[in-house]
């Protein structure tokens, strides 16, 4: 689960983490009585930021207003008064969204803080390592992700222990390893390590800081500022969590994806033709790279887990036919737990009760196999039946090119 800026940076700034002083607004006139309150502060420069759940909005483009940005720096309380209706209710592409982008319908009015090195942080799982790692880089900002893939060496990693957490001894090291000197080491140790508590306590996939800078000032005032964050929560754990449940922005998600999670499916959109509807997400991603393999492009990633009931098999399809760009569907099935000849009954009912149009080629192999397309093929003469991964890919890619 995905979370706005403004909701990251509230979850990091109970754990110590220093963030802009501001707040979100819904509507201009919002906007303008925060620049007025952080006016009353001292504040002389603003930034209005859109919030969306998206990366690169400083590079992106808002719907009719090409040279318009989902960020803006203002001087006065008018501008950002202007700059939040230019946002609000309008639609920000970025190279992070589908190319229709998506809608602004909150925006959060910060102080702007003067920037003069931007670095990276964030605490994320090392799944090749099974355990969590703190990364970061002295060239943070919008060029992150250029700067370490071409050099490597730049993302600074330290390795973190579940058992024991991140040690002060390791975040200052990976402060000291970012040219930092002085008490800005420990004053970035404590900033890491509230990171690291908020990743934990959370229970998050990852959170990232991009950028973070020093709060200019005499050496012994300066603090470090979060000045960007993202957290993404893990769906797993948020029984656990029902605070952080709250925190859901469904607008913000596919109302597809949405569905199909109410019938316990793991679903996700993508921009081909050929649907998946496969048991396990390592099954899937292999189904996904097959279709590729044979020149097409997959509809979606759908996991019906491994116990599929028929139930799920006909709100898999439900799900499969709300999109509009679907031009044939991929059954490929795995019987271990799941009994194929449960799928095979669930995709004729479905089949039968949705009234499909498009080619659906079916591949199931395991536990009731033959059975189940046995029952297939006496029920469906639309249905063809592959008995490979690789020809049902092929068959699936020729079906939606006719």
Not at 344 to 357: D, E, F, L, P, T
Request: aromatic share 4%; net charge negative; charged share 20%.
């Amino acid at each position: 689960m995905d979370l706005h800026e403004y909701q990251a940076k509230q979850l990091l700034a109970v754990r110590g983490v220093n963030v802009p002083a501001g707040d979100v607004a819904e509507n201009p006139a919002g906007a303008r009585t925060i620049a007025e309150r952080l006016l009353q502060s001292d504040v002389r420069r603003f930034v209005v930021k859109a919030q969306i759940h998206a990366g690169g909005r400083a590079l992106g483009s808002l719907a009719g207003r090409p040279n318009k940005s989902g960020i803006a720096f203002c001087c006065t309380p008018e501008e950002v008064e202007r700059a939040a209706n230019e946002m609000l209710g309008n639609t920000l592409g970025t190279e992070q969204t589908r190319p229709e982008g998506r809608r602004v319908a909150k925006v959060l009015v910060e102080a702007a803080i003067p920037v003069r090195h931007e670095f990276y942080a964030a605490v994320a799982l090392d799944r090749t390592r099974d355990c969590p790692v703190l990364l970061a880089s002295a060239a943070g900002g919008v060029g992150i992700e250029t700067a370490v893939t071409a050099s490597p060496d730049r993302l600074i990693k330290e390795w973190i222990d579940p058992l024991v957490g991140l040690r002060q001894f390791q975040a200052r090291r990976v402060a000291a390893a970012l040219g930092l000197t002085g008490s800005s080491i420990f004053t970035a140790a404590d900033f890491f390590h509230s990171m690291w508590r908020t990743w934990w306590e959370c229970e998050a996939l990852i959170v990232e800081i991009n950028p973070f800078v020093q709060n200019p000032g005499p050496a012994t005032q300066q603090s470090i500022v979060a000045l960007d964050a993202r957290i993404a929560i893990d769906d797993n754990a948020l029984f656990k969590h029902p605070e952080l449940a709250s925190l859901r922005d469904v607008a913000e998600e596919e109302p597809i994806e949405t569905e199909a999670r109410k019938h316990g499916l793991d679903y996700i959109k993508l921009d081909g033709n050929i649907a998946c509807m496969v048991n396990g997400a390592g099954l899937a991603m292999a189904t996904m790279d097959a279709i590729k393999n044979c020149g097409g492009k997959p509809a979606n990633f759908l996991d019906v887990g491994g116990g599929a009931s028929q139930e799920q098999v006909a709100a898999a399809f439900k799900t499969i036919l709300t999109d509009t760009n679907v031009r044939a569907i991929l059954v490929n099935i795995f019987g271990g737990i799941t009994d194929c000849a449960v799928v095979a009954r669930g995709v004729a009912a479905a089949i039968n009760q949705s009234g499909v149009k498009v080619p659906v080629v079916v591949r199931i192999e395991g536990n009731n196999a033959t059975m189940g397309r046995t029952m297939l093929v006496e029920a469906l003469a639309k249905v063809m039946v592959a008995h490979s991964i690789e020809e049902a890919a092929r068959m699936a890619v020729q079906a939606a090119a006719a």
